[in-house]
Nanobody, 117 residues
């Protein structure tokens, strides 16, 4: 049973930084694409950033240059470093794991990020 546990969220002022972590249990982390999504109130869930097993990254236009996704295959953990945060980054952030061998998505429980003065 794969589980994803997010941590590192909270309240931060505009212009500040936060680092989200997502620890994955179970096997196949190394071959999985890991991603961060977010959902703001009244909006659909959207992709923020993803990193493939080979290390290729993809970012939403809204966060390019401000957010960095990375993974540690020893610790089975994916990170999202968020800088120059804006109020519009406020959302619940979800970690996602996609295993391409079995075509299965797994989601974390979500963690709140609030950017406000």
């Amino acid at each position: 049973q794969v589980q994803l546990v997010e941590s590192g969220g909270g309240l931060v002022q505009p212009g500040g930084s936060l680092r989200l972590s997502c620890a994955a249990s179970g096997s196949a982390f190394r071959i999985s694409t890991m991603g961060w999504y977010r959902q703001a109130p009244g909006k659909q869930r959207e992709l923020v950033a993803s990193v493939t097993a080979s290390g290729s990254t993809n970012y939403a236009d809204a966060v390019k240059g401000r957010f960095t996704i990375s993974r540690d295959n020893i610790k089975n953990t994916v990170y999202l470093q968020m800088s120059s945060l804006k109020p519009e980054d406020t959302a619940v952030y979800y970690c996602n794991r996609f295993n391409p061998l079995i075509n299965v998505n797994v989601w974390g429980q979500g963690i709140q990020v609030t950017v406000s003065s």
